[in-house]
């Protein structure tokens, strides 16, 4: 019962936690007044419904650069 328990627990969880926003897109900060003045739409709408993610091998990189 024990067993039966933490796995509807855990079900529970995952599925709270991949409705919320945890998942959501991040706006790069460069695109955000463009975005705020109408001129983008919001990042999830200029993804493509299924993007490619890639696992970074060491670290999440950083907006900018050259």
């Given at each position: 019962m024990c067993r039966r328990l933490w796995i509807v627990v855990g079900t529970?969880?995952?599925v709270v936690l991949m409705s919320s926003s945890v998942f959501a897109y991040s706006?790069?900060?460069m695109l955000a007044?463009?975005?705020k003045q109408?001129?983008?739409p919001p990042v999830a709408e200029r993804?493509?419904?299924n993007p490619m993610v890639i696992t970074p091998l060491r670290e999440v990189g950083?907006?900018?650069g050259t």
């Open positions: 529970l969880l995952l706006e790069a900060p007044k463009e975005v109408g001129l983008l993804l493509p419904e950083r907006y900018g």
